[in-house]
């Protein structure tokens, strides 16, 4: 059964430091999400990814965030510059699409990346 | 907009008795929801959904919910808890966004005892 894939699984990193989450959606998926989870708190939306640019962002996505696919497959979240308050499990999400008996809304979500910033 | 309230953050029942965990929206439209889980150290698995079809929806595991619009509810259930059934529980509702992200619910833990 096809799934998303996520690296690392988990990082520790320095504060200030640069980070790069990568993620590998479903192959015929056409939409692409980066959620986060700070510990004991609600899965956040951090942004969506469509024809290779945003189509929404969250607040909490502010200019230390970036997505890129780079090639074909991968997906990929950089954290700039990273703060304290960037430590969660970040999850990459993806699914379909629009149109007709595509898009049902069901997302298909990889295991997570934990971030912890020093 | 929309929004999800999980009424329980714990819920904490006896192996083979059944399980309930409550969720309320709040929509302007008829939403989209969703009951996902997340087991201790892996990613989020749909667990069921209901798209407007259906009200009582059967989903993986045993588990079924039933979208009840007079009660802005949609409680996930189970007839009999197993072990394995031990997980945190998100209700979540597709936001009206062209892309329809999803917005969570705070999350239930069920804990499962022997």
């Known amino acids: 059964e096809p799934e998303v894939t996520q690296t690392p699984s988990h990082q520790v990193t320095q504060m200030g430091q640069e980070v790069i989450l990568r993620c590998v959606p479903i192959?015929?998926?056409?939409?692409f999400y980066w959620y986060r989870q700070i510990l004991g708190q609600k899965v956040e939306f951090l942004v969506s990814?469509?024809?290779?640019?945003?189509?929404?962002k969250s607040e909490i996505f502010d200019d230390q965030f970036s997505v890129e696919r780079p090639d074909g497959s991968n997906f990929t979240l950089k954290i700039r510059s990273t703060k304290l308050e960037d430590s969660a499990m970040y999850f990459c999400?993806?699914?379909?699409?629009?149109?007709?008996?595509?898009?049902?809304?069901?997302?298909?979500f990889g295991e997570g990346s934990r971030l912890t910033v020093l | 907009a929309q929004s999800v309230t999980q009424l329980d953050s714990h819920v904490s029942v006896s192996e083979g008795t059944p399980v309930l965990l409550r969720c309320n929206y709040s929509?302007?439209?008829?939403?989209?929801l969703f009951w996902y889980v997340q087991h201790p150290n892996k990613g989020l698995q749909l667990l069921l959904k209901?798209?407007?079809?259906?009200?009582l929806v059967k989903g993986i595991n045993g588990f079924e919910a039933e979208f009840k619009k007079s009660e802005t509810s949609f409680h996930l259930t189970k007839p009999s808890a197993h072990m394995s059934d031990a997980a945190e529980y998100f209700c979540?509702?597709?936001?009206?966004?062209?892309?329809?992200?999803?917005?969570f619910g705070k999350g239930t833990k069920l804990s499962v005892k022997p």
């Open positions: 999400a993806s699914t379909r699409g629009r149109g007709a008996g595509l898009n049902t809304g069901e997302l298909f």
């Open positions: 192959s015929n998926h056409l939409y």
């Open positions: 990814f469509y024809n290779n640019e945003i189509s929404e």
């Open positions: 929509s302007s439209y008829s939403p989209s």
């Open positions: 209901y798209t407007s079809a259906a009200t």
């Open positions: 979540v509702v597709r936001s009206g966004g062209s892309q329809g992200n999803l917005i």
